[in-house]
């Protein structure tokens, strides 16, 4: 049996959560969160700050290449998603990429900075990934594997098409279970849940999309000037 290996690579609150939600629902899915948090951790300052580092560092594999044969081995669905935050690829051959499919899912900067804040304090462009999210859709894509580009906010607008289109293209029938699910945790979780999955945790689908409200915050003003250019050079390639 062949395996459909779905690599969601995203900054942090980026919805990257809801859509493992979403394809958990498929009977012929099992999701992975965020295999690459703890090599991530071992190998960097983050550990310093992240919340529950210590307990992720120790009780997730910390060698990424270990990870990553996980990852590509054998599996007991044929479709499997593995969640992953762009700054965890650090450090690792990247040659598995060109047996997966790629999805890059960004979010706009004005909305995502002040939300992370909430639980990382003065956040810095290595934390949000929007730099190397571009690194990664350049190398993809000089690699001849370009991958799909999903936005939050399109996805939140209209996550029926979105996903449809999303599914075609992995090759794949959409499943109207992918936009329902049961409030409250799901066992692969990661044990740093409860400092970031609050609003998952609380849904029962795809919460309709709303636009901030609150002031930008001022001390994040240099690193939103950071982030912006790289979002906007993805945001119109995104599914829609």
């Given amino acids: 049996m062949s395996t459909k290996r779905i690599c969601l690579w ?32 071992s190998k960097t300052e983050a550990k310093n700050y992240h919340p529950v580092a210590k307990e992720i560092i120790a009780t997730m594999e910390n060698d990424g290449e270990k990870v990553i044969r996980m990852m590509m081995g054998k599996h007991e669905t044929p479709i499997v998603f593995f969640k992953n935050m762009t700054h965890h690829l650090l450090a690792v051959d990247r040659d598995f990429m060109k047996d997966c499919i790629n999805i890059i899912l960004i979010r706009d900067p004005v909305e995502m900075l002040p939300s992370f804040e909430k639980v990382i304090k003065n956040p810095k462009m290595i934390d949000v990934g929007y730099a190397l999210t571009t690194e990664l859709y350049d190398y993809l894509r000089g690699k001849g594997i370009p991958p799909i580009i999903l936005d939050a906010r399109k996805v939140l607008l209209n996550p029926r098409k979105v996903l449809k289109k999303l ?47 609150e002031p930008f915050p001022e001390k994040l003003i240099p690193l939103l000037k950071e982030c912006k250019p790289h979002y906007e050079q993805l945001r119109n390639l995104a599914l829609e």
């Fill in 167 to 213: 599914c075609h293209l992995i090759g794949i029938a959409f499943d109207e279970a992918m936009l329902r699910w049961k409030a409250g945790a799901r066992p692969e979780d990661g044990i740093w849940a409860p400092y970031f999955y609050g609003n998952i945790h609380r849904s029962t689908g795809y919460i309709p999309y709303q636009p901030k409200t």
């Fill in 10 to 41: 995203s900054g942090p609150r980026n919805i990257s959560t809801t859509l493992m939600y979403s394809f958990a629902q498929r009977k012929d899915t099992k999701v992975f969160d965020e295999p690459l948090y703890a090599h991530y951790l």
